[in-house]
């Protein structure tokens, strides 16, 4: 019993993540064979729909010049691009700065609820039909705003999902670097998922949707981003994923606010897994099904405690007397989180070693999953969170 259970944790982390990948690269392959590539559609000038740039702030006094600027330099037509930020709760100079841009819209309440519910407001308050949202702190591509009308002419389309790209200030970042390599993974696994099917989700950094498709969320609604993406999806549209209309950021300033931002996504993952868990019944949609299941919800919930879990089961079956591969593996073990261990005294001595520290980073990741566990059942109630610094 203890060998099954030990093969299949194995085969949980393998398959989550490296497995999935490569196989949905076989799957999108032959794909490709029966029905060929999209070709980009083209949309006419006199064409292009009108739409909201929607920005959730609190309290960016910081960002506020840099973001109206960025957004000005959109490559979109003026009378057609509206600006509107939601700033509930700030109480800095937010919107004492947002007040002299003659162009730019501003939805404010005193009372601070979290972002959800000024989403929820926002998208309830604007008026054209196609709304992109982003963050204060980041710097937009010149042609999204195109590239999200061109995906958003296919009536398929009820969300697009651009590409985040994290910046370092300086060279040898510890926690930018290694988000960085977190979201090239993840960006790579989002274009197979949006070939094969639809992307399983879209990130708050740039996120452009149909407003009639968009449901109120609850306000305590952790990844606000995640859920409206998916339940536009659980209505049979797609989303969209697009390289071409991409977001960039700084990193996290260090690994303990990384550690803040994980632990906040890995509460909000085990929340939309309650709040989903039909979207991953086969019978519905046995794609999305597949997609979702192997995507999110294994590396948000099960594939952690197996990586864990190996250890002891390891342990029990070297001193039983298992056999020689058991060592082997166990020595393996042993190796990789001294990797781990040795990438992080290493990056943070201001030095780099990549193979050590993405061994380091996929551990950081994984801890943090339990962490998240225990941040959702302490601030499950509550859709607010403290703001990360970023470098």
């Not at 060998?3 to 393998?14: G, Q, Y």
């Not at 700030?90 to 519910?117: C, H, I, W």
């Not at 926002?122 to 196609?130: D, E, P």
């Not at 590409?163 to 040898?172: I, P, Q």
Request: charged letters at 20%.
């Amino acid at each position: 019993m203890l060998e099954i259970i030990f093969w299949i944790c194995i085969a949980l982390v393998i398959y989550t993540y490296v497995g999935y990948g490569v196989l949905l690269y076989f799957l999108v392959r032959i794909k490709r064979l029966f029905v060929g590539q999209s070709t980009p559609a083209t949309v006419d000038e006199e064409k292009l729909p009108e739409v909201t740039f929607l920005v959730c702030a609190y309290n960016e006094q910081d960002t506020v010049e840099m973001k109206i600027k960025n957004s000005r330099e959109l490559d979109y037509p003026k009378n057609k691009l509206h600006l509107v930020w939601v700033t509930d709760g700030s109480n800095d100079k937010t919107n004492e700065l947002l007040a002299q841009y003659d162009d730019v819209e501003v939805m404010f309440e005193p009372q601070r609820r979290g972002k959800t519910a000024a989403l929820n407001r926002g998208l309830a308050l604007v008026k054209t039909s196609i709304v992109i949202m982003t963050d204060a702190n980041t710097f937009v591509n010149s042609g999204a705003v195109r590239e999200v009308a061109r995906l958003m002419s296919d009536p398929k389309v009820g969300c697009v999902a651009g590409e985040k790209r994290v910046l370092a200030k300086t060279e040898g970042e510890i926690a930018a670097e290694g988000e960085g390599l977190y979201w090239k993974y993840e960006s790579a696994l989002k274009r197979l998922d949006s070939e094969l099917y639809s992307a399983m989700g879209a990130a708050g950094e740039f996120c452009a949707v149909r407003k009639e498709l968009c449901k109120p969320m609850p306000d305590n609604t952790l990844l606000d981003d995640f859920i409206m993406s998916m339940l536009i999806v659980k209505q049979g549209y797609k989303i969209a994923y697009t390289s071409d209309a991409y977001a960039m950021e700084f990193g996290s300033a260090s690994l303990e606010e990384e550690a803040k931002r994980k632990r906040r996504i890995a509460a909000g993952g085990l929340q939309s897994i309650w709040w989903l868990k039909d979207m991953m019944l086969p019978w519905n949609n046995a794609v999305v099904a597949f997609q979702l299941v192997s995507h999110r919800f294994l590396r948000w919930s099960i594939t952690p405690v197996a990586l864990m879990a190996l250890i002891p089961l390891n342990v029990a079956l070297v001193f039983t007397n298992g056999g020689t591969l058991y060592t082997i593996i166990w020595c393996l073990q042993i190796l990789f989180y001294a990797a781990a261990y040795l990438g992080y005294i290493i990056a943070a001595k201001g030095k780099k070693n990549k193979m050590l520290y993405i061994a380091y980073y996929f551990l950081f990741m994984n801890i943090n999953v339990f962490r998240g566990m225990a941040y959702l059942m302490r601030n499950g109630n509550s859709g607010a969170w403290e703001k990360v610094k970023r470098s």
